[in-house]
């Protein structure tokens, strides 16, 4: 059996059912020790309210869901990105989050150069490493599937992510966080999980449905899809990885539309079937 106490449900697998203080209070309701915080929701409860009914419920925070999309070739608008990074950073240490997940950014069509791109992407990054260490937050960089590096990231591999931590040095601020949807299909999962160890920061379940309808917003339950999400999680605790397993599922065909309470039932009973 898996520890109930390591069950996480990012907030965006009811984004359409409840609002950050309904989260807050159906996880607990539910007896989910621990939620992830999507940022827009976030805005709308207000930081102070969110962090008082966070810790009043008992919840741990496995993750603020998301900061980034720092690629942009323009310098105004790439500095304005960076500070809603550092904006970001101030909200994950308000609600005591074990990590800020960060999303690179896409390639921005004025460039087609993505070798540029990721060093755009990994020079914002540097920059802005000291303000999270300030802060006191990691920053867990979280590779995309390589479909949606026009739109979304151009880090899409885990080997990727481990050479921009080598890059940036700074072990004790960056992490990586692992989504089994982004990075299932890649074969050198195994080494480079092994070779990223201790800077597994976060850990994010969701399945691949064979007849996907949406590279974004169709994510599967655990258990309706192909991968083998067992492995993975093995892989990320050989790799000396101990925290949450957050279940991140956006699906707007189906897990959306569906009761609040069901969805979390299933998500319960599948994370000791289908985890
Ligand atoms: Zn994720």
């Avoid at 809603?84 to 896409?106: P, Q, Y």
Wanted: aromatic letters at 6%; charged letters at 30%.
């Amino acid at each position: 059996m898996l520890e109930p106490r390591l069950l996480s449900i990012n907030q965006v697998t009811l984004m359409q059912q409840w609002s950050l203080k309904q989260a807050i209070e159906g996880l607990a309701r539910h007896d989910v020790a621990a939620i992830s915080v999507w940022r827009e929701k976030l805005h709308e409860l207000g930081v102070a309210e969110a962090a008082r009914m966070i810790e009043g419920h008992g919840l741990a925070v496995s993750g603020l869901c998301f900061a980034g999309l720092i690629t942009s070739l323009d310098r105004d608008e790439a500095a304005k990105a960076r500070d809603d990074v550092r904006r970001a950073i101030d909200e994950a240490a308000r609600l005591k989050a074990r990590c800020l997940v960060f999303v690179a950014g896409g390639v921005d069509p004025r460039n087609k150069d993505i070798k540029a791109t990721r060093g755009r992407a990994l020079d914002g990054l540097a920059s802005i490493v000291p303000h999270a260490r300030q802060a006191g937050v990691k920053i867990a960089l979280e590779p995309l599937h390589p479909m949606i590096c026009a739109t979304r990231s151009v880090l899409s591999t885990m080997k990727l992510a481990n050479e921009w931590c080598d890059t940036l040095a700074a072990e004790d601020t960056v992490g990586i966080a692992v989504d089994t949807y982004a990075v299932w299909w890649d074969p050198e999962l195994e080494p480079q999980i092994a070779r990223a160890g201790k800077r597994i920061c976060a850990f994010h379940i969701s399945d691949w449905l064979p007849d996907t309808q949406d590279l974004r917003l169709d994510r599967g339950m655990m258990g309706d899809g192909v991968i083998d999400i067992p492995a993975i999680r093995r892989m990320v605790e050989a790799a000396g990885y101990t925290g949450h397993r957050e279940v991140e599922i956006f699906s707007a065909r189906n897990w959306w539309k569906r009761d609040s309470d069901e969805v979390v039932r299933t998500v319960k009973e599948r994370y000791q079937t289908a985890v």
